[in-house]
């Protein structure tokens, strides 16, 4: 949608050398003007560095002026079509796209960004996934008279990276494609069967405490977050006697042990018991696509 060449900003060269314009003007006058010019707008008889500055733009503009009239297959082709246009800076093109796209959206009565939502499993948070999500998007068709509104299906490789939490967002921008909306999917955590993200109510509050005391230890508590909490039942026998639990894991076929203690007093109280470096990983890697 957005251009890549924008009109030019030189002046004409017929009027840079005070030429009659186009072909009137012939190939001895357009010397003896850029002799007469050149002679006049030389930096070298600049007084001051003011001057100087201004004598040197305009003398490298009188002479790209003669350059061009003073070959016949330039100046026709000049005569022909005027300046080529100049190259569009980047971010200028990219501005004028988004602008050009919001005007669009807005005419027709739709949203600049389709939001839909990714819902994923415990396990695919926390392995990692790619996804292949098919949204619906308006989009915009050249042809011959102007540009054509219009819906594709278009299908997005959404990435999940391991360790993103419920509501992460993952936007694909529209720049240099035929969308006029851009899309976001926003990262759903499916309810697990039997694991819980995040520590124990009893586990963030004591972090909170220990924290406060202190005095700015507000990271240690929310790693909390990245914990994954399993409920496990024992037996009074095994409660008695002591036990070695196999614990499952979010790692398909992998499975932790845990020893519990004869008569131990956190099972009896329903207590925690943490197992270091089986959470979730610390993540700040985000996922966007330009425009």
């Given at each position: 949608?957005?251009?890549?060449k924008?009109p030019?900003?030189?002046?004409?060269?017929?009027d840079v050398?005070?030429?009659?314009?186009k072909?009137?003007?012939?190939g001895?006058?357009?010397?003896k003007?850029?002799?007469?010019l050149?002679?006049?707008?030389?930096?070298?008889?600049?007084r001051?560095?003011?001057?100087?500055e201004?004598?040197?733009?305009?003398?490298?503009?009188?002479?790209?002026?003669y350059?061009?009239?003073?070959?016949?297959?330039?100046r026709?082709?000049?005569?022909?079509?005027?300046?080529?246009?100049?190259?569009?800076?980047?971010r200028e093109?990219?501005?004028?796209?988004?602008?050009?796209r919001?005007?669009?959206c807005?005419?027709l009565?739709?949203?600049?960004?389709?939001v839909?939502?990714?819902?994923?499993?415990?396990e695919?948070?926390?392995s990692?996934?790619?996804?292949?999500?098919?949204?619906?998007?308006?989009?915009?068709?050249s042809?011959?008279r102007?540009?054509?509104?219009?819906?594709?299906?278009?299908?997005?490789?959404?990435?999940i990276?391991?360790?993103?939490?419920d509501?992460h967002?993952i936007?694909?921008g529209a720049?240099r494609t035929?969308?006029l909306?851009?899309?976001?999917?926003?990262?759903?955590?499916?309810?697990?069967?039997?694991?819980?993200?995040?520590?124990?109510?009893?586990?963030?509050?004591?972090?909170?405490r220990?924290?406060?005391?202190?005095?700015?230890?507000?990271?240690?508590?929310?790693?909390h977050?990245?914990?994954?909490?399993?409920w496990?039942?024992?037996?009074?026998?095994e409660?008695?006697?002591?036990a070695?639990?196999?614990?499952?894991?979010?790692?398909?076929?992998?499975?932790l042990?845990?020893?519990?203690?004869?008569?131990?007093?956190?099972?009896?109280?329903?207590?925690?018991?943490?197992?270091?470096?089986?959470?979730?990983?610390?993540h700040?890697?985000?996922?966007?696509?330009?425009?």
């Amino acid at each position: 949608m957005a251009r890549d060449k924008k009109p030019s900003s030189r002046r004409c060269p017929y009027d840079v050398l005070s030429l009659p314009a186009k072909a009137r003007a012939t190939g001895e006058e357009i010397r003896k003007a850029y002799h007469r010019l050149a002679r006049v707008h030389h930096p070298d008889k600049a007084r001051t560095d003011e001057e100087r500055e201004r004598a040197t733009i305009a003398f490298k503009e009188i002479g790209a002026a003669y350059e061009l009239l003073s070959d016949p297959a330039a100046r026709a082709r000049y005569d022909r079509e005027g300046h080529a246009p100049e190259p569009m800076d980047p971010r200028e093109a990219e501005a004028e796209e988004r602008h050009a796209r919001r005007m669009f959206c807005a005419a027709l009565g739709i949203p600049e960004t389709v939001v839909r939502e990714c819902w994923c499993t415990l396990e695919e948070l926390y392995s990692g996934t790619t996804r292949r999500e098919g949204v619906m998007v308006a989009t915009l068709t050249s042809i011959d008279r102007g540009c054509v509104p219009g819906k594709e299906a278009k299908v997005f490789n959404v990435r999940i990276a391991p360790g993103w939490r419920d509501g992460h967002e993952i936007r694909f921008g529209a720049l240099r494609t035929n969308n006029l909306q851009s899309v976001t999917f926003v990262v759903r955590e499916l309810r697990h069967a039997r694991f819980t993200r995040g520590a124990p109510r009893e586990v963030r509050d004591a972090a909170r405490r220990d924290a406060a005391a202190a005095h700015g230890g507000e990271e240690e508590s929310d790693r909390h977050a990245l914990d994954v909490t399993v409920w496990c039942a024992l037996t009074r026998q095994e409660h008695a006697r002591g036990a070695v639990v196999a614990i499952p894991t979010l790692t398909p076929g992998r499975e932790l042990k845990l020893s519990v203690k004869p008569g131990s007093a956190v099972v009896a109280s329903g207590g925690t018991k943490t197992m270091r470096g089986e959470g979730f990983v610390l993540h700040h890697h985000a996922q966007h696509h330009p425009g």
